[in-house]
């Protein structure tokens, strides 16, 4: 996965807003970084492989000149990290630079045609051939937009391009299929880009390019054709997200401020809770649910099972996106189909709703606005955390959990279930209880400096809670790479107990029972399973609302003083162990916004 950006004005210089642009992208990618201008007369390009400070202190990007430019920061697929591989690529003649995001399925078969017909290839990847396919076809008498438009056609794949070229310095084209694009409609120039924080900064107004349409632009103007150049009626929407939403604000990290946003983000999600009630009242009788998603946002989609399952008695599965299409068999007018993802481009979710859609109903929990997922869903449930920055998901995972919460509040509700009486009031208390928990951060502080050297931690959970020991897991190993694994409390006993020792770190979520009539007590047993691993020497630290909590035998101990129900213990726990993980990945000296080989948004499958 990569992200692009292109800028056209008339003459502000392209190369400082295209720096600045490019750098709110870097959690698209950041094994490399380039950017191409037009200036008199001819493409400037510089590039390298590395984070973006890094190659910008070493070539200097904003000494480029010119009004018009493409920028791109890669995420490997095809070709290694290196200078030549870097985007944006050009032709032979250096007269168009690309820039690209996605993957050509068919680039070998056009390479070896473009190098029999003399193109002199530079770099290993996919991405080059655009550059000479655009070449080849103005050579042939196409203006620049059409050459550009015919390269598209001939391309396979999942793909977002953006191009200049020498010969119309004047306008920037962009396409798209499968790969998001969006289109911001600037005061002194016009944008295209993976995302859009990408031009928040300078405009909040946007188009929504579909899949296979042609953006022709110049400073001025912004034109939309479909594929036979038919000009197109585009809405122009304006985004509620702002500039300060994706800036670190004071915070040293972007995963720091955006756990620290957590109980507002619980709130404002909160607040849309009509607009949940109403896509409920649209949703017909549904017998089956079945959630599809990936990574963090499956960990969401499997909560969402125990209470669809515990409370509403609807069966539902929960299936990883890239196992979906293995699974697709049940689909009927029954089920509805809950498609969870923050960015709303991961590949294989995408690909799972487009099986799944006109079989069955289909719901998209997504948290960016217009983005490729929301475009097939039947329904949509926007989460309201605003832009997420950081590679490890955290505030757009609460955001989903409340989202799923309501969801299921209000389809009780609609049933006439006892399940909804006061859940909405008591999810009310959440964001004081994640602020309560943030006092005590220092004390996780402790305990992450005093683990950070373990080699193996598990997460342990029962019932509800089981999977935020995943995500726990997840966000350990994602931003600190030690091994981690999730498990339910009472699942290590049939293997994994081989493993425990004393080098081993347990981390024991225990909520405990409460007087509610629909809570499950998990606890005494989630006990009896933390003393099977003590017995076996491993450390353990406990995550706890119990009120006995500080006689049990562990060696480190997190008291959360509240009275979540344990139902509700998943809106909670998560938050000390996303700031053990970032503690952790501190006092190791990594940098926990760009875990190492992994992007945001994942659009290859
Ligand atoms: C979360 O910390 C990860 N970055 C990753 O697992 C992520 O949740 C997954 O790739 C799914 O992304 P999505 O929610 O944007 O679809």
Redesign the pocket.
């Known amino acids: 996965m990569c992200g692009i950006v292109g800028y056209i004005s008339k003459d502000e210089k392209a190369s400082s807003i295209l720096l600045d642009a490019v750098k709110k992208l870097e959690y698209r990618g950041y094994d490399s970084v380039g950017i191409a201008t037009i200036n008199n007369g001819k493409i400037e390009l510089r590039k390298d492989s590395g984070k973006i400070d890094e190659v910008d202190r070493e070539i200097h990007f904003v000494d480029m000149a010119g009004s018009a430019g493409v920028a791109h920061v890669r995420w490997a697929t095809h070709g290694h990290p290196n200078k030549t591989n870097s985007h944006p690529h050009t032709d032979n003649n250096n007269t168009i630079a690309i820039v690209h995001n996605g993957i050509i399925e068919n680039h070998e078969e056009l390479k070896k045609e473009l190098i029999e017909e003399g193109h002199i290839f530079k770099s290993k990847t996919d991405s080059e051939v655009i550059a000479h396919l655009i070449e080849k076809f103005i050579s042939e008498g196409f203006n620049f937009q059409n050459a550009v438009l015919e390269t598209f056609k001939l391309i396979k794949g999942s793909n977002a391009i953006g191009a200049i070229s020498v010969n119309s310095p004047n306008e920037l084209i962009a396409i798209r299929h499968e790969s998001p694009l969006v289109v911001g409609l600037g005061k002194n120039g016009n944008f295209i880009a993976s995302d859009v924080p990408a031009f928040l900064k300078h405009t909040k107004r946007v188009i929504f390019p579909e899949d296979n349409e042609l953006v022709i632009m110049n400073s001025d103007n912004v034109t939309i054709k479909d594929l036979n150049g038919n000009i197109l009626n585009k809405k122009v929407e304006t985004i509620d997200w702002d500039e300060e939403m994706a800036q670190k604000e004071g915070y040293d990290h972007f995963m720091l401020k955006e756990i620290n946003e957590q109980s507002v983000v619980v709130s404002d999600t909160l607040a849309g809770g009509k607009d949940i009630e109403n896509i409920v009242s649209e949703l017909g009788n549904i017998k089956r649910i079945c959630f599809v ?5 499956y960990h969401g989609a499997l909560t969402g099972k125990y209470i669809f399952e515990s409370f509403l008695n609807i069966p539902t599965d929960v299936i990883y996106s890239s196992e979906f299409k293995y699974f697709n068999n049940v689909l009927d007018e029954d089920m509805l189909a809950i498609f969870v ?3 709303g ?2 590949a294989d ?1 995408l690909s799972a709703i487009k099986m799944a859609k006109n079989h069955s109903k289909t719901l998209a929990i997504v948290n960016v606005l217009g983005s490729s997922i929301t475009r097939e869903a039947d329904h949509i449930i926007y989460t309201k955390a605003g832009p997420e920055i950081a ?3 955290t505030k757009t995972y609460l955001s989903q959990l409340v989202s799923i919460y309501l969801l299921a509040i209000y389809l009780s509700k609609n049933r006439s279930n006892v399940f909804h009486e006061n859940m909405v009031s008591q999810i009310e208390k959440v964001p004081d209880y994640i602020n309560q928990l943030m006092l005590d951060e220092d004390q996780i502080k402790e305990i992450a400096k005093k683990y950070k050297s373990a080699s193996v931690f598990f997460f342990l959970g029962r019932g509800f809670i089981y999977p935020t020991a995943l995500e726990g897991a ?1 966000k350990l190993k ?1 931003i600190t790479y030690i091994h981690a694994e999730g498990y339910p409390s009472g699942e290590l006993k049939h293997g994994p107990l081989a493993l425990i020792d004393e080098d081993v770190v347990v981390v024991v979520l225990a909520p405990s029972e409460n007087s509610n009539s629909i809570s499950i007590n998990s606890y005494n047993d989630t006990v009896n399973n933390m003393e099977e691993v003590k017995s076996r020497g491993a450390q353990i630290i406990a995550i706890t609302s119990y009120k006995n909590g500080e006689n049990i035998n562990v060696n480190d101990i997190f008291k959360v003083d509240n009275q979540v129900d344990e139902l509700l213990s998943p809106l909670v726990y998560i938050v000390p162990l996303q700031l053990l993980s970032y503690y952790i990945s501190i006092y190791k000296g990594l940098d926990p916004d760009k875990p190492r080989n ?1 992007a ?3 659009t290859v499958k």
């Open positions: 998603a990936c990574g963090t946002s993802s923050q960015s481009e991961t979710t590679v490890a998901a997840l994602e992994l945001k948004c994942v």
